[in-house]
């Protein structure tokens, strides 16, 4: 097998909870990973070089900065030949800066097809340490199971959630992650909840809070999916990591769907439902 078409699925944070903050800056926290069936697609086809064409090229991002690269020359180096390449096409439908894992789920695919072509047999705990190193949210998509997750996000405990539908809009904004965990206002103390509890009774998002004060289209973008509750049978709108996507749970795809006709303009949407195993994992047979 020398070529590979898999999809890479996005991610919704369906809640946030943050515990504290460490010395080193960085914030401890609580949340639920729930994967969708909706994603980019990433084609692969094996080179007998080392290089690495990744097409066709996203704006802003120069190619040695895009994490499908640094991760498929990451993989370049648990190979002592030297000598494997790929051409990768990605078709890209997330939109970037959403809070649903885009990068990071492109990473991971890469990650998980580069092993499988490249024939390096490493293992999902030698690929989910590979990933960390790219980003907090690269594991959980190397693991392919929608997962809890404390500490920074790197411990993850796979638990099945119900497969629900969702309506996800991409308001016209990107938020920094950056800002948002050093803004004054964010909550850090919240008091730690079980896995047992939120199944049961759900959670909240400690950023939605300070996003909404800081960018209005997504508190526009979240005031509209609210108003739309009594006419769909939504859940309230929520904010995914520190957005800039909000979403709202739905009964059925039909439910969804109409929310989707009714979207305004500057906004963008989907319909996705969630899975417990990830596609990735399905189409690779793990």
């Not at 590979?4 to 943050?18: D, E, G, R, V």
């Not at 796979?158 to 050093?182: G, L, Q, R």
Request: glycine letters at 8%; one cysteine or more.
């Amino acid at each position: 097998m020398n070529a590979l078409s898999l999809l890479s699925p996005a991610k919704l944070n369906l809640m946030l909870h943050i515990t504290g903050q460490q010395n080193d800056g960085y914030h401890q926290l609580q949340t639920l990973f729930q994967l969708l069936d909706y994603g980019d697609t990433l084609h692969y086809q094996t080179r007998n070089d080392n290089k690495l064409q990744l097409s066709p090229a996203i704006d802003g991002v120069a190619q040695q900065d895009n994490l499908i690269i640094r991760a498929a020359r990451l993989l370049q180096q648990q190979d002592p030949t030297k000598t494997m390449g790929a051409d990768i096409k990605l078709e890209k439908i997330l939109p970037m800066g959403g809070g649903i894992g885009g990068g990071s789920s492109n990473a991971a695919t890469t990650l998980l097809a580069l092993n499988q072509l490249w024939k390096l047999d490493l293992s999902i705990d030698q690929l989910a340490d590979l990933g960390l190193q790219l980003g907090a949210d690269v594991p959980v998509f190397i693991r392919g199971h929608s997962a809890w997750a404390e500490g920074v996000g790197e411990q993850l405990q796979a638990i099945d959630i119900p497969e629900s539908w969702y309506f996800v809009a991409k308001p016209d904004c990107e938020v920094s992650t950056a800002e948002i965990f050093s803004h004054k206002r964010l909550t850090r103390n919240t008091s730690p909840i079980t896995i047992a509890a939120v199944l049961k009774q759900g959670g909240h998002n400690d950023c939605e809070t300070v996003v909404r004060a800081c960018y209005p289209a997504v508190d526009n973008a979240m005031t509209w999916l609210d108003s739309l509750d009594q006419t769909t049978d939504t859940n309230p709108a929520r904010l995914t990591g520190t957005g800039a996507c909000v979403f709202a749970q739905c009964p059925d795809r039909e439910s969804a769907e109409q929310i989707l006709h009714q979207l305004p303009k500057g906004l963008q949407g989907f319909i996705a439902k969630g899975v417990n195993i990830s596609p990735t994992y399905q189409a690779l047979s793990l």
